[in-house]
């Protein structure tokens, strides 16, 4: 950044134009070599040059809050769309800390970075381009830590644990708040609980407990409404068709009308205002449902024809309508 503030710039007949140091992604530079810039640079700087690396150096060191943050500022000029594939295990070589990226305009996929743990039902989200790893296990030990990684500089923060232990447990991202809903815990146990994490401050804190301890659910956000579906109760020998929702923090989760379809180790998206579910395990057909939240009511679609189960499923829009 230095160079730039060097040189004045003018053009336009002689008209003052905006300076190139303006349109620098301040919060793209390290933020050593910002704090250097502003107390070590040879020339002076303007008081607009000051605030923007002020505010670069107060982002920088905001470490946590970051992911609410972002502007244009702190984001990449050229953003390319990427879908991970993150842990688990392969038939080969068992659970791997491998990160792959891949390319949805090259159809490639590439070595990303790699994660601290070998782990597994782990639960992930995205918030502001920054990726959450949440729990999962280890050698059927649950885990409460989380992670997040930084795409533009390939880092990762260990974040605030969990306040419960959790593997086989969704997670989803409303707001600013990140819900992390059931699932099981220390020694197979079984959760109820749903517990928030606070982006802001950095800080896990209860919310509404499920009416029921249920794991391997699935769940999606539809109009500002939490959804889950399907996983198993206590008894592990029944697969759930139930569906639960809750519109808000203070709220209670609401029973909605059940899937026709009992499933386990499943997926849900939205799509233009209605849920979508896939398939999971012990299911004998392939088939996927939609679920009319006004109408509250599920209709059958046509079968996929591969059959899946514990998989990762996202939404990407295309330019002539959806990618699953």
């Known amino acids: 950044a230095q160079p730039w503030t060097i040189h004045p710039c003018s053009s336009n007949g002689g008209k003052k134009s905006k300076h190139p140091t303006a349109h620098i992604r301040y919060g793209l530079i390290p933020v050593e070599d910002l704090r250097k810039t502003y107390t070590q640079s040879e ?21 946590f809050k970051q992911p609410v943050l972002q502007d244009k500022s702190t984001t990449l000029r050229n953003q390319k769309t990427r879908i991970i594939l993150l842990g688990g295990q392969t038939a080969s070589e068992g659970l791997v800390t491998d990160v792959l990226a891949f390319d949805v305009y090259n159809h490639k996929w590439q070595p990303l970075t790699q994660v601290q743990d070998r782990v597994q039902n782990h639960s992930v989200c995205v918030v502001g381009n920054f990726l959450y790893v949440l729990g ?63 982006i802001v401050r950095d800080r896990w804190t209860k919310a509404k407990e499920l009416p029921c301890k249920i794991h391997g ?37 609401m029973k909605q009308a059940p899937m026709s379809i009992a499933r386990f180790g499943h997926q849900m998206a939205t799509i ?30 046509r079968p996929l024809i591969y059959d899946r189960f514990c998989y990762g499923l996202l939404r990407w829009p295309e330019l002539n309508g959806y990618t699953y």
Not at 140 to 165: C, S
Not at 188 to 196: I, R, T
């Open 43 to 63: 020339v002076p700087l303007s008081a607009g040059i000051k605030c923007l690396i002020i505010k670069a150096i107060n982002y920088h060191t905001s470490i």
């Open 272 to 301: 233009r205002e209605a849920i979508f579910t896939f398939l999971g395990l012990y299911e004998p057909f392939s088939e996927i449902e939609r679920y009319d939240p006004d109408q509250n009511q599920w209709t059958r679609l």
């Open 136 to 198: 999962g296990e280890i050698e059927n030990d649950a885990l409460g830590d989380v992670h997040r990684y930084d795409p533009r500089f390939n880092t990762w923060t260990q974040i605030t644990d969990m306040l419960e232990k959790r593997c086989q447990f969704s997670c989803c991202v409303l707001g600013k708040d990140i819900f992390a809903i059931g699932g099981r815990g220390e020694g197979g146990s079984l959760h109820s609980s749903v517990e928030v994490y606070n």
């Open 217 to 253: 659910h699935a769940n999606a956000i539809c109009k500002n409404t939490i959804y889950i579906s399907g996983g198993k109760y206590s008894d592990s020998a029944n697969t759930s068709k139930d569906v639960y929702s809750l519109s808000s923090l203070e709220g209670q989760w």
